[in-house]
């Protein structure tokens, strides 16, 4: 069972484009989320992250949304560059144990 | 952010030798320590989790004889792949974080090799 899913494997944006990628979860257990970035043998970096009693954070070209209701987030990057390329894990936290549950990512192309 | 480092980055090694990983955190005390493991094309596998001075906690279906974790320090943990064999061959992550923050933070990896 799934717990994070982010359903689109892949997305490919125009540079200085809006990028978006999209986040599911079932368990609404889950009260804080975060959003990695990471290229071909690297360890993920994170990005941003957000609280569930936020709606909205933002981190320079980087925001995240939040809705509870429908348990959906997203990641905003404007404008979007080539460097920015990579692929995006969203990954959720909400137990004592502090494990994180992660997507199976999103890989993003930012084309020149 | 806060930095962890992760070493050796690369080992290659015969089949039947065991491994240890080094996963640091460099600028903060790391209250608990995750290894994760990634397939090619795959998400991340948390493997086991563990918390400075006990013993570590296991996911389902992981061997805790062939991958014996220590986390002797609020800075320092060890994976050592006993025995390795080739179907060990992956990428092996840990991540980090203090007691005060939320965030994991993640070292760069270890790329393992068995032949």
């Known amino acids: 069972d799934q717990q994070v899913k982010q359903n689109s494997p892949s997305l490919s944006v125009q540079e200085g484009r809006i990028s978006i990628l999209n986040c599911d979860y079932t368990n609404s257990m889950f009260d804080y989320f975060l959003w990695y970035k990471k290229y071909p043998a690297e360890g993920p970096t994170f990005l941003i992250s957000?609280?569930?009693?936020?709606d909205k954070n933002e981190d320079g070209r980087f925001t995240v949304f939040l809705n509870k209701s429908a348990k959906h987030l997203s990641l905003h990057i404007v404008p979007s560059q080539p460097g920015d390329s990579a692929v995006y894990f969203c990954?959720?936290?909400?137990?004592?144990?502090?494990?994180?549950?992660f997507g199976k990512g999103t890989l993003l192309t930012v084309n020149p | 952010g806060a930095v962890v480092s992760q070493h050796p980055s690369r080992v290659i090694c015969k089949s039947g030798t065991s491994v240890k990983i080094e996963c640091r955190s460099l600028d903060f005390q790391a209250t608990t320590m995750f290894w994760y493991r990634q397939f090619p094309k795959k998400s991340l596998m948390l493997m086991a989790t563990?918390?400075?001075?006990?013993?570590?906690?296991?996911e389902q279906g992981v061997e805790k004889d062939k991958f014996l974790i220590n986390h002797a320090s609020l800075t320092l943990s060890t994976l050592t792949v006993t025995s390795a064999h080739p179907e060990d061959s992956s990428f092996y992550i840990c991540?980090?974080?203090?007691?005060?923050?939320?965030?994991?933070?993640f070292g760069p990896g270890t790329r393992l090799l068995v032949l």
């Open positions: 957000i609280s569930s009693i936020k």
């Open positions: 990954a959720a936290d909400g137990g004592s144990n502090y494990k994180l549950t």
């Open positions: 991540s980090a974080r203090s007691h005060e923050e939320e965030t994991q933070y």
């Open positions: 563990s918390n400075e001075g006990s013993k570590a906690t296991y």
